[in-house]
T-cell receptor, first 112, second 114 residues
Framework: LAKTTQPISMDSYEGQEVNITCSHN???????ITWYQQFPSQGPRFIIQ???TKVTNEVASLFIPADRKSSTLSLPRVSLSDTAVYYC?????????????FGAGTRLAVHP | EAQVTQNPRYLITVTGKKLTVTCSQN?????MSWYRQDPGLGLRQIYYSMNVEVTDKGDVPEGYKVSRKEKRNFPLILESPSPNQTSLYFC?????????????FGPGTRLTVT
């Protein structure tokens, strides 16, 4: 079961690129990496998912090095509305549903 | 609109008084789960269900019960609530098994047990 480690909090300013790194040293071969975003008083929302190299969608990019022991969520040109908690989730592709664990997350504050 | 609904959104109760938090999804998802969220601890899974009549414990199941008699509904039952169950609760559903299944979360139920 891969344990994840993220920074507790980060600060940024509008228009900047934000990179949040997640460490998962004992990631298993069949584990995927998923990121969720949570606004205050709302349920988490899926952002992006990947297995290796780079994945990009309309919201973010996910960079995963070859050893897969870490991953970086990149948010381009953040705005105030990106202020939220971001969770890194590592879990198996098939089965093991009960092993999904959300850590404490990274609280991102975007300032004007 | 695809969504997960929870009721009630807010609940204040007293120790020992049985309560049920309902959860319903309209996406025909097979997989549903309950989480609780506490400051500094992130989200912790309570119970999950892989299909009708199939449920299993998550990481923090003590003091909770669930049932899955219909595909769309997955109620969370607290038979004898205690103050340490004061928390923010989320129901979630997903189409696929494992982490590949994007989870859709409900709006949350804030429970206070006095």
């Amino acid at each position: 079961l891969a344990k994840t480690t993220q920074p507790i909090s980060m600060d940024s300013y509008e228009g900047q690129e934000v990179n949040i790194t997640c460490s998962h040293n004992n990631i298993a071969t069949n584990d995927y990496i998923t990121w969720y975003q949570q606004f205050p008083s709302q349920g988490p929302r899926f952002i992006i998912q990947g297995y290796k190299t780079k994945v990009t969608n309309e919201v973010a990019s996910l960079f995963i090095p070859a050893d897969r022991k870490s991953s970086t969520l990149s948010l381009p040109r953040v705005s105030l509305s990106d202020t939220a908690v971001y969770y890194c989730l590592v879990g198996p592709r098939d089965g093991g549903y009960n092993k999904l664990i959300f850590g404490a997350g990274t609280r991102l504050a975007v300032h004007p | 609109e695809a969504q997960v609904t929870q009721n009630p959104r807010y609940l204040i109760t007293v120790t020992g008084k049985k309560l049920t938090v309902t959860c319903s999804q309209n996406m025909n998802h097979e997989y549903m789960s309950w989480y609780r969220q506490d400051p500094g601890l992130g989200l912790r899974q309570i119970y999950y269900s892989m299909n009708v009549e199939v449920t299993d414990k998550g990481d923090v199941p003590e003091g909770y019960k669930v049932s899955r008699k219909e595909k769309r509904n997955f109620p969370l039952i607290l038979e004898s609530p205690s103050p340490n169950q004061t928390s923010l609760y989320f129901c979630a559903s997903s189409l696929s098994w494992g982490v590949l299944g994007e989870q859709y979360f409900g709006p949350g139920t804030r429970l206070t047990v006095t």
